[in-house]
């Protein structure tokens, strides 16, 4: 039997008085909108449903994870208490919790991409499909839409919209292009925000392995998730022209700068297995798999520092690069200080360093590898990465670790946009081939550790 809660007992009193104040006759000649109980709670009594809250989480944590999100959880134990005419126990409240989520934890969720081209709908896994939404400016409410709801119904046993592009010229924005191109469909257990959670973020890394496996091509967008609109595709230029001081009328210099350039979208992949990859390496890395785990978490790091547009300084990016190489390089043995040996013989077994000898020389590749540490040290450890960014003053010299100094020129705006594209490109290299790996061993942990072994090792 478990014991009651003084947070129950406060709790129960606050939703008595609620009640009260919520089926108060409004003043005369005024008209009173109905709000959800938890409005009318006074200032002194929010904290109670929080204490509830807070002993749940220590006394029940099992129960609290389910919900995934405390004010989802409080507005649940709210509406228990007042059903039960404030008559609920404690052990009955988390009885009550167990049976809703029991009875609301099986979902359909549409998570929309923007400038992601794909046609019709594909099923990916029993409980993945990819739709194209509606793409036409002028459709109508009858309009034929290019996925019929039957064929997502038939693979889900349910169905949903995925919505449209285009805005209508007769709503609040006006024509407008939303760029919302297609839709990832899940079935996700659990409790509502927890399930809206998980399915975000599983679009979030499929995109990223997908960016991976098949980059996108020059001048077309990186895909993101379409959950804000419009999604940005046309770049401005920076105009800029020569200082003429002083010089009103006259000859000027010209004004550069002034360009558009519209960016055509990503086309996801079409290849099945790489369609699949990224929700079998999700399945997999709940089991705990090695590579499953790199990949992904490579992929994603990669694709926040290579996207365009984002709005990183170079810095974060190398960082972002920089954590893509420790994922690559994780046995599951926690932080054993070998990352830097397995980097190393990783790029030996595979010749990725070779590999780049036709685009750099040799000492650019391991000035670049110097300088990359050097700048994610600063970027991590130090305030001065705001210099590192703008430029470090020739005129000053940077401490490092190990008693080693950089004069201010070798941490330059120049030199460090010449070692990210060195660094990133590897990265990227090792990253694609761990993938690949993953799709043809399906994922086999013996197969990945073999990255690892010095070339000539028995």
């Known amino acids: 039997m478990q014991p009651d809660s003084p947070g129950l007992t406060r709790l129960k009193e606050a939703v008595r008085r609620a009640e009260i104040e919520m089926k108060a006759p409004p003043p005369a000649g005024e008209i009173k909108k109905m709000l959800p109980l938890a409005e009318y709670f006074a200032d002194q009594d929010r904290n109670a449903k929080w204490r509830v809250v807070s002993e749940i989480r220590f006394r029940e944590k099992d129960l609290y994870n389910r919900f995934g999100n405390e004010p989802f959880l409080a507005n649940a134990v709210i509406d228990l208490v007042a059903e039960s005419g404030c008559e609920i126990d404690w052990q009955g409240l988390l009885d009550g919790l167990e049976r809703f989520l029991d009875e609301s934890s099986d979902w359909i969720v549409a998570i929309p991409l923007s400038n992601a081209q794909t046609q019709g709908y594909t099923p990916i896994t029993e409980q993945v499909g990819l739709a194209e939404v509606l793409q036409d400016r002028d459709w109508e409410r009858d309009s034929e839409p290019p996925v019929e709801i039957r064929e997502i119904f038939n693979h889900l046993s349910d169905y949903i919209d995925v919505g449209v592009r285009w805005h209508r010229e007769n709503t609040y924005t006006g024509s407008l292009d939303g760029r919302r191109t297609a839709a990832l469909i899940f079935r996700e257990k659990g409790a509502e925000p927890l399930a809206l959670s998980v399915a975000r973020t599983k679009a979030r890394y499929a995109i990223a392995m997908w960016c991976l496996l098949v980059p996108p091509e020059w001048r077309h967008l990186w895909p993101t998730l379409g959950d804000w609109e419009p999604r940005p595709y046309i770049e401005r230029g920076t105009k800029h022209k020569k200082f003429d001081e002083g010089v009103w009328a006259g000859r000027r210099s010209p004004v550069k700068g002034a360009h558009i350039t519209h960016y055509q979208e990503y086309e996801v ?59 690559l390089c994780d046995l599951g043995e926690g932080p054993t200080g070998e990352a830097k040996d397995r980097w190393a013989r990783f790029t030996e077994r595979h010749g990725i360093w070779r590999e780049m000898r036709g685009s750099y020389l040799q000492g650019e590749i391991e000035e670049a590898k110097a300088l990359a540490r050097d700048l994610r040290n600063v970027a991590t450890h130090g305030s001065d990465d705001t210099l590192l960014n703008l430029g470090y003053p020739p005129d000053q010299t940077r401490e490092l670790r190990g008693g080693r100094n950089r004069a201010g020129n070798e941490l330059s705006v120049a030199e460090a946009a010449v070692a990210f594209p060195v660094i990133a490109t590897a990265v990227h290299s090792a990253a694609r081939r761990v993938a690949l790996q993953g799709i043809e061993s399906g994922w086999d942990d013996s197969v990945f550790r073999d990255n690892f072994v010095p070339l000539g090792a028995g």
């Open 269 to 327: 992949p079409r290849r099945p297995e790489f369609l699949r990859a990224p929700f079998v390496a999700l399945e997999r890395a709940n089991d705990n798999s090695l590579p499953a785990r790199a990949a992904l978490s490579a992929a994603w790091s990669l694709y926040l520092a290579e996207r365009i547009p984002a709005d990183f300084e170079r810095t974060d990016r190398v960082m972002l690069v920089s954590a893509a190489i420790d994922a």
